[in-house]
């Protein structure tokens, strides 16, 4: 079984910043492209940052400058730190792995089960 746990929302004022973190864990062989996506009330699920396994990175627009995705392979974790947060910002953020839990067997894709971030303006 594979599990990608998050952490990290809250609440937090307009202006602040917080650190989500997902941790994958269980029967991992190895580890894709990881992702945050989010997903605010009535509106669809969208990708908020990627990033590789060789650490290139992409943004959603809105959020480029502000927000920055890193990995810790030692850890099987990524994060997503969050500054200068707008109240636009507010939604559930899910993160996204593709791993593979042996060798020969196919990539997957999972999803955490999301973190809440509300910003208060």
């Known amino acids: 079984q594979v599990q990608l746990v998050e952490s990290g929302g809250g609440l937090v004022q307009a202006g602040g910043s917080l650190r989500l973190s997902c941790a994958a864990s269980?029967?991992?062989?190895?580890?894709?492209?990881m992702a945050w996506y989010r997903q605010a009330p009535g509106k669809q699920r969208e990708l908020v940052a990627g990033?590789?396994?060789?650490?290139?990175?992409n943004y959603e627009d809105s959020v480029k400058g502000r927000f920055t995705v890193s990995r810790d392979n030692t850890k099987n974790t990524v994060y997503l730190q969050m500054n200068s947060l707008k109240p636009e910002d507010t939604a559930v953020y899910y993160c996204n792995a593709d791993l593979r839990t042996a060798w020969g067997e196919p990539w997957r894709n999972y999803w955490g089960q999301g973190t809440q971030v509300t910003v208060s303006s």
């Open positions: 269980g029967s991992i062989f190895s580890i894709g492209s």
């Open positions: 990033i590789t396994t060789g650490g290139r990175t």
